[in-house]
């Protein structure tokens, strides 16, 4: 098992920043990658960003990309997501995600985290 916990998100006006963080604890030595997700209300679920554990390769959603990085120590455990330049589309819920092989789904998931961006 893995245990995931989200802290970082609240609310700011658009043009902003926010820096997301992801705790892993647990089964970390299973970790394959990481995730960020995210759900606005009545919205499905969706991929936001993704970094490989060994290398560090990352991936972004491209209404994303140049704006939000995603980043890790893996000595710590710890994934972050720096966003900058948010605007009121960004709002949703964040959640963090562990993937333990390669081409399965994201089998961890943490409580989520509220980021709200005011126009």
């Known amino acids: 098992q893995v245990q995931l916990v989200e802290s970082g998100g609240g609310l700011v006006q658009a043009g902003g920043s926010l820096r997301l963080s992801c705790a892993a604890s647990?089964?970390?030595?299973?970790?394959?990658?990481m995730g960020w997700f995210r759900q606005a209300p009545g919205k499905e679920r969706e991929f936001v960003a993704s970094i490989y554990w060994s290398g560090g390769n990352t991936y972004y959603t491209d209404s994303v990309k140049g704006r939000f990085t995603i980043s890790r120590d893996s000595a710590k455990n710890t994934v972050w997501l720096q966003m900058n330049t948010l605007k009121p589309e960004d709002t949703a819920v964040y959640y963090c995600?562990?993937?333990?092989?390669?081409?399965?789904?994201?089998?961890?998931w943490g409580q989520g985290t509220q980021v709200t961006v005011s126009s």
């Open positions: 647990g089964r970390t030595f299973s970790t394959y990658s």
């Open positions: 995600a562990v993937r333990t092989r390669p081409g399965s789904a994201y089998e961890y």
